[in-house]
């Protein structure tokens, strides 16, 4: 179980990050529940054609449990210790990230204004 792994099948890209981010902080959020995709979808904002890579690549690291193919079947978060401290530091930095990304844009937005 690795979250690395995961993302490491992923692309890696900014929208393709913020997307895992949503992802596993739903999970989180719904510890030991099974989660059929479309919920997930429904409940990121994200379409079923940016769930179903995220959900293929955290079921073959085994971040989340499937019983059949992740698309189709819930999905299951149930990590141990190691897995929820990987999860936790990837949250954490993720926020720290976009937060200094966002200020820097508001301070650029204050410096040339908002039409540049």
């Known amino acids: 179980?690795?979250?690395r792994q995961a993302l490491a099948i992923l692309a890696d890209d900014r929208d393709t990050a913020l997307a895992a981010r949503?992802?596993?902080?739903?999970?989180?959020?719904?510890?030991?529940?099974?989660?059929?995709?479309?919920?997930?979808?429904?409940a990121t904002g994200l379409s079923a054609s940016s769930v179903a890579p995220l959900l293929t690549a955290f079921a073959q690291a085994r971040v989340i449990d499937c019983d059949g193919d992740p698309c189709l079947d819930g999905c299951r978060y149930h990590p141990d210790q190691v897995l929820d401290l990987e999860v936790r530091r990837f949250l954490r930095d993720a926020t720290r990230i976009d937060g200094a990304l966002r200020r820097r844009v508001d301070r650029f937005r204050g410096s040339y204004g908002?039409?540049?």
Do not use: C, T
């Open 114 to 116: 908002p039409g540049r």
């Open 1 to 3: 179980m690795s979250l």
């Open 22 to 42: 949503d992802v596993i902080s739903f999970f989180d959020r719904h510890r030991d529940e099974v989660v059929p995709a479309p919920a997930v979808g429904r």
